[in-house]
């Protein structure tokens, strides 16, 4: 299987802090994606960082992609209450279909 | 724009019934996709399709058919109903370039006694 690993499997923080969530993957991607789910919703994309990039910023979100240590991290800063959820990366190892492989995911929770 | 609508959001099945779950985006979007959602297994690829008249098998497509007739519909079809199949299902879509974020609909809960 080329589904990814995430850990934390959970992380609890207090509303300020930071959060770093962590993804390693198997073999060469074309791309990685993280996502966010709010609970009983479905997933809704929050940045996608490219094979040749190494970090991207998109308002209190960054990423990191290492290609040498297949690994991806999402940190999210100034957490705030609304930031939980669980949080996905996922995975596109390219070819004509393009399809995604998502890993298990953390489980988020801001306290206020 | 609606986005992906699935329908319906929930349901309960007997062992052996059959139900088709619906599933529209009106994005214009080439490529559609179904997973499914169990707890401590992340999202699993059940098929795929990257246009009309063209499918494919995902990672766990074993009980499941699909079909894609038009560019906006993607029905998931459960033949014979087990209990294995009680799962949380979300539809998605992307325009065909790998570069595209994923829409997800909002999901449809199914219970298989």
């Known amino acids: 299987s080329q589904q990814g690993e995430e850990d934390p499997q959970a992380l609890s923080i207090q509303e300020g802090e930071n959060a770093t969530m962590n993804c390693s993957y198997k073999t060469s991607i074309n791309n990685l994606q993280w996502y966010r789910q709010n609970s009983g919703r479905g997933l809704v994309h929050l940045i996608l960082?490219?094979?040749?990039?190494r970090e991207k910023h998109s308002g209190r979100l960054r990423v990191t992609l290492d290609t040498s240590k297949k690994s991806s991290s999402l940190l999210i800063t100034a957490s705030r209450a609304a930031d939980t959820a669980s949080y996905f990366c996922a995975m596109n190892y390219g070819g004509s279909q393009g399809n995604l492989i998502f890993g298990k995911g953390t489980k988020l929770s801001v306290k206020p | 724009n609606a986005g992906v609508t699935q329908t319906p959001k929930f349901q309960v099945l007997k062992t052996g019934q059959s139900m088709t779950l619906q599933c529209a985006q009106d994005m214009n979007h080439e490529y559609m996709s179904w997973y499914r959602q169990d707890p401590g297994m992340g999202l699993r690829l059940i098929h795929y399709s990257v246009g009309a008249g063209i499918t494919d098998q995902g990672e766990v497509p074993n009980g499941y058919n699909v079909s894609r007739s038009t560019t906006e519909d993607f029905p998931l079809r459960l033949l014979s109903a087990a209990p294995s199949q009680t799962s949380v299902y979300f539809c998605?879509?992307?325009?065909?370039?790998?570069?595209?974020?994923?829409?997800f609909g909002p999901g449809t809960r199914l219970t298989v006694l």
């Open positions: 960082i490219r094979s040749n990039e």
């Open positions: 998605a879509s992307r325009g065909l370039e790998n570069y595209n974020e994923q829409f």
